[in-house]
């Protein structure tokens, strides 16, 4: 079965701490994968998008990586921020049989980030 | 660009009527959206892929003759919850995916918040 983990499932850090969010994808056979920022009540907005052909990107203090081969992709959030408090997804875009992908995104359960001053 | 609009962002309704709920591409076309649901404190979960033209695709567990899904433009797609009854209420969240890219990308509309009584 194609699953995304994440942990931890919360985080807490001071204002200033660089951190690393962890993702980790059951299936290498991966598309793309996406992490995403979700404020409470609110929709998810797209941070970063990793192709499966590319091993990071960046945007901002943010960077995303991605090694398929273990089945792990990080979300690096540099000298962090109270305004980067959020619930942060990672999702993944998995090939079914026959190397078929439908675009279905696979979301882990996401880990909810406080930042305080 | 890439915007997706919900309506309406969030709604009440007493149990045993229907809800429409429409999610919209603004400035770009889409062949396929998606609806999630989420559950407090839960991530987000796939219900339905839908395709302009044709039926939708459900998850399994997600019953389509109460979801009931239409994707009638490439800019317009439409879940009506029919028959509601207070376990349906959730937070309800589309998602469009661009004709003009080849990433497979989805952008998200900002949720639909309903609450059956």
């Known amino acids: 079965k194609q699953e995304v983990t994440q942990i931890p499932a919360a985080l807490s850090v001071p204002e200033g701490e660089n951190l690393v969010l962890n993702c980790s994808f059951t299936d290498s056979a991966i598309y793309n994968l996406q992490w995403f920022r979700q404020d409470p009540g609110k929709g998810l907005t797209s941070l970063l998008l990793i192709q499966s052909s590319q091993r990071e990107q960046t945007s901002g203090r943010l960077n995303a990586s991605l090694d398929k081969s273990s089945g792990r992709s990080t979300l690096y959030i540099a000298a962090s921020q109270p305004g980067d408090s959020a619930t942060y997804l990672c999702?993944?875009?998995?090939f079914g049989a026959g190397g078929t992908s439908y675009g279905k995104l696979t979301f882990g359960q996401g880990t909810i980030l406080t930042v305080h001053p | 660009g890439a915007v997706v609009s919900q309506h309406p962002s969030w709604v009440i309704c007493k149990s045993g009527t229907s809800v429409k709920i429409e999610c919209r591409s603004l400035d770009f076309q889409a062949t396929t959206m998606f609806w999630y649901r989420q559950f407090p404190k839960q991530s987000l979960m796939l219900m339905a892929t839908s395709n302009e033209g044709s039926k939708a695709t459900y998850e399994q567990g997600v019953e389509k003759d109460k979801f009931l899904i239409n994707h009638a433009s490439l800019t317009l797609s439409t879940l009506t919850v029919t028959s509601a009854h207070p376990e349906d209420s959730s937070f309800y969240i589309c998602s469009a995916r661009s004709l003009d890219t080849g990433s497979n990308e989805q952008y998200f509309g900002p949720g639909t918040r309903l609450t059956v009584t």
């Open positions: 999702a993944a875009i998995f």
